[in-house]
C-alpha cells in the first residue's frame, strides 16, 4: 500500500449519510469538545478519522494542527483530539490532534 491513502474504511459513511445527518453531528460534536477516532485515511496535508460513537461523522486533522515534533499517525492508529470547527460545505469535522492513542496493527 502507498504511504497515502484516501479514506477506504468499509466503515467510512457515504456523503450521502454525512449530509443527510450533519446537523446532528455538529450537535454532537460541538467546537471545543474532545475526540478519539481511528485513522482512516492519510495525505501529506494531514488524517482523516472515524470519530468514536458519531457514527455519520468523518474529520480532518490537518498537519498544521498537530503537535510541533508529531508525525502523521498510521492508518489504523487511535488517536485523541479536539474540535476545531465545521466545515459545512463537505460534511467534515476540522480536529487537531493532540496525542496517538494506540496503534491498530
Not at 460534536?29 to 482512516?40: D, E, S
Not at 478519522?49 to 498537519?63: C, M, N, Q, T, Y
Request: glycine content about 8%; cysteine-free; overall charge negative.
Amino acid at each position: 500500500m502507498d504511504e497515502y491513502a484516501w479514506p477506504t474504511d468499509p466503515e467510512v459513511p457515504a456523503a450521502e449519510d454525512r449530509r443527510r445527518s450533519w446537523a446532528a453531528t455538529v450537535a454532537a460534536l460541538p467546537v471545543g469538545h474532545w475526540i478519539t477516532g481511528k485513522v482512516v485515511g492519510r495525505r501529506p496535508f494531514g488524517v482523516f478519522l472515524r470519530i468514536k460513537g458519531v457514527p455519520d461523522a468523518v474529520a480532518l486533522a490537518e498537519i498544521t494542527a498537530m503537535p510541533l515534533g508529531m508525525n502523521l499517525p498510521a492508518l489504523g492508529a487511535l488517536v485523541r483530539g479536539q474540535v476545531l470547527w465545521h466545515v459545512d460545505h463537505n460534511h467534515q469535522v476540522k480536529v487537531r490532534l493532540d496525542e496517538w492513542l494506540a496503534t491498530d496493527e
